[in-house]
């Protein structure tokens, strides 16, 4: 396969819910408006750190698209989708953007806090 070299984002990030790398700058979100099939979704104009899968054809709500399914570099894990193409004139300024799918992408205010409640060395020795 290959060396994976990963770019880290300065600033609020949006990251993969399974590995935690890095996948797009909040600056760089367009719209917080989209659905996907499995619930709600963003608009990027930009991604890192994805591998984007081969073209196809899909009838969106919004019509008809060539999109390419993205995929964590890091863990493989599909995460969104790029729009290659908009068949519909009004749809044209999503091309080259990306979506992530808010169930699968964690931003950088998210957080996960581990307390160990264990009784350590120390406390058992105050007892």
Known sequence: MGRIFVVDLEGRTYKCKFCKTHLALADNLVSRTFQSRRGKAYLFSNAVNISVGPREDRMMLSGMHTV????????????????????VKSQKYKEGKFVLERGRIMDGL??????????????????
Request: proline residues 3%; aromatic residues 14%.
């Open 68 to 87: 390419a399914d993205i995929y964590c570099c890091c863990c493989g894990q599909i995460v969104g989708w790029k729009y290659e193409a908009a068949h």
């Open 110 to 127: 998210d957080s996960e806090f581990y307390i160990d409640t264990r009784p350590s060395m120390s406390d058992a020795e105050d007892a």
